[in-house]
């Protein structure tokens, strides 16, 4: 698989040399940031990802900050996944505004530069041989101490307090610094071979110092090891069954959301599956139903309907007609499933009540409204076993109003006789 590299160059002339950069298993792009970042592009596509010491400063302008914060949020984002930055340091000036003093200074490493380019440190990476014996010199030295975070950091070349190259573990990613003294303003010089030398260093170093466990090791060696692992796949198997609880919740809950022909085809789903109740679909009005006996009598005349708002007259006197188009008595059964406020924004906003006229009118008509909120609760308290299906029943065919069930204050119909 092939390792995506990203180069962040400083000026023109690198551009125009790294166009033609090839290492096979490499897949190179050269950018500019953030003019090639203008399509909302991220930066955790890539494996790795160079750039220079001082990547925002401009000659002219100072140092871009406003490029800078969009740079480390992008960082940040991709070390989370994985991605390797590299910058390279040589001569820059002793800045603390540069990016990489930032970083360097969060970990406790202080940035310490001579006046002479130094070359020789001892490398504790075979990876970076070639590359620090051709290109590995810098003035900069970074020094540690007492403040220093050392448990996230590895010294490539250098000794334990002081070193020009080193490795910084944040999050999934890696930060790494080494020294790199090429001359970029110097138009006939060669960038490929040293930036060959540094990407396949970069490479090589990152495959070598990371150990992934073959499947057939993650079963257990010790004897703590595998009461971890039962233990581990008794909390997964009881979580597995939480999970599933948790989801039919989820999936009750997604009513409150659903409007028109969903909501519809959920209610009567809702009604067989966890209330038990026979359902017949009706032929003429898609939004009515009838709640039958065992014995497929029609018992109740039911319909559905939604609002971004609160409940309107248009839906009684809807189901009203329909009670009518089928020659019903006014005293037989009708049931309004309402719901309403599908634009809230909280539960609070989202279980408001119905309004006092609409369920005076509801009842003077003979017909019980009731909320998808209300049905919810009547399910809830269902399998508590706090309500007997029969009961159920009884609810939705001898009550007129509103039908108010909440966890807190249990059954309440509206208007109270």
């Given at each position: 698989m092939s390792k995506k590299v990203l180069i962040l160059p400083q000026?023109?002339?690198?551009?125009n040399q790294l166009d033609s950069l090839s290492i096979e298993g490499v897949d190179f792009s050269v950018k500019n940031f953030p003019e090639d970042f203008e399509n909302s592009e991220n930066l955790d596509s890539y494996?790795?990802?160079?750039?220079?010491?001082?990547?925002?400063?401009?000659?002219e302008r100072g140092f871009l900050l406003d490029n800078e914060d969009r740079f480390v949020k992008l960082m940040n984002r991709a070390l989370k996944?994985?991605?390797?930055?590299?910058?390279t340091h040589c001569y820059e000036p002793d800045n603390n505004e540069y990016l990489?003093?930032?970083i360097l200074s969060q970990f406790g490493i202080i940035i310490n530069k001579n006046d002479r380019v130094l070359s020789e440190m001892k490398l504790r990476s075979n990876s970076f041989q070639r590359f620090i014996d051709n290109w590995g010199a810098s003035k900069f030295i970074f020094i540690f101490?007492?403040?220093?975070?050392?448990d996230n950091i590895s010294v490539?070349?250098?000794?334990?307090?002081s070193c020009s190259a080193l490795k910084i573990n944040k999050e999934k990613g890696k930060l790494i610094f080494v020294p790199f003294q090429v001359f970029l303003s110097n138009q006939t010089s060669d960038l490929i071979t040293p930036y060959n030398d540094l990407i396949e260093a970069l490479i090589?170093?990152?495959?070598?110092?990371?150990?992934?466990l073959p499947n057939w090791a993650h079963t257990a060696y010790f004897d703590e090891e595998k009461i971890l692992l039962n233990s581990i796949d008794n909390l997964n198997t009881e979580l597995t069954g939480l999970v599933a609880k948790k989801e039919a919740y989820n999936k009750s809950k997604k009513l409150l959301f659903q409007r028109e022909y969903a909501l519809e085809d959920g209610i009567i789903d809702f009604l067989r599956s966890n209330l038990d109740f026979l359902i017949e679909r009706d032929e003429t009005y898609k939004e009515d139903f009838w709640i039958c006996s065992s014995n497929n009598e029609k018992t109740i005349i039911g319909e559905i309907k939604s609002y971004t708002g609160g409940t309107k007259d248009g839906a009684i006197y809807s189901i009203l007609k329909h009670r009518d188009d089928y020659d019903l008595p006014e005293s037989f059964p009708a049931l309004l499933i309402i719901n309403q406020y599908l634009n809230a924004n909280s539960w609070k906003e989202k279980n408001k009540p119905i309004l006092d006229k609409h369920f005076t009118f509801a009842a003077q008509k003979n017909v019980l409204i009731c909320r998808v909120e209300d049905l919810l609760n009547l399910w809830y308290a269902l399998s508590l076993k706090k309500i007997e299906k029969l009961n159920v029943i009884e609810l939705?065919?001898?009550?007129?109003?509103?039908?108010e069930i909440t966890k807190e204050n249990g059954i309440i119909i509206h208007p109270k006789s």
């Open positions: 000026n023109r002339f690198e551009i494996d790795i990802i160079l750039t220079h010491y001082s990547p925002f400063e401009h000659p996944n994985g991605t390797v930055f590299c910058f990489t003093h930032k101490n007492d403040n220093t975070k050392r490539i070349c250098g000794s334990e307090n090589n170093y990152i495959a070598t110092s990371e150990v992934i939705l065919s001898q009550n007129i109003g509103w039908l």
